[in-house]
């Protein structure tokens, strides 16, 4: 029933579940009495629509960021979501896209951010494994550099074509 002409998919689908209907129910499946409910619950939208009543509110999610505005209220949405109830319709399509363009900044701005941060950790990680193997290269060096002297310090000792030697430290 999602694809009522003329209606957005929300006001089909906040329609349908006021009239106690799947609104993922295609309309060719629906019984006369499930037409029928369909049929009045949409004359009540035209009313209420017709009246002139100034009713909209604004849907956000858990962060606050603002998810979607309507004329009419959602059982769904009111569940899941919080909203704002502005005075008319005009403030709270004013206070939508004000609302909307501020937490897109923010999300702009905190994924450049966490951009930033992620190539700087990785640069850093990076320089701490080259550090690792420069000290365990070192620790190599100092042993190394025992061997050698040692070896300098027992080289009258050393004989032609001998594989192996055992000095004293």
């Known amino acids: 029933v999602q694809g009522i002409m003329g209606f957005s998919p929300f006001s089909a689908s906040a329609l349908c579940l006021r009239q106690g209907l799947d609104p993922a129910m295609p309309a060719a499946q629906l019984t006369e009495r499930e037409l029928s409910r369909l049929f009045d619950g949409l004359s009540e939208m035209c009313r209420f629509i017709q009246t002139g009543r100034d009713f909209c509110r604004i849907w956000f999610d858990e962060t606050g960021a603002p998810v979607d505005f309507h004329c009419f209220d959602h059982p769904d949405y ?73 070896l300098l310090a027992n080289l009258y000792q050393i004989r032609p074509g001998m594989k192996n030697i055992t000095v004293e430290n």
């Open 78 to 150: 009111s569940r899941i979501y919080s909203f704002e109830s502005p005075e008319d319709v005009s403030r709270c399509t004013e206070l939508f896209y004000q609302k909307k363009s501020s937490s897109n900044r923010l999300k702009q701005k905190s994924a450049d951010l966490s951009k930033v941060l992620s190539s700087a950790l990785s640069k850093l990680y990076l320089k701490q494994d080259r550090l690792t193997q420069e000290i365990l290269q070192a620790e190599k060096a100092d042993r190394y550099r025992l061997m050698g002297e040692l």
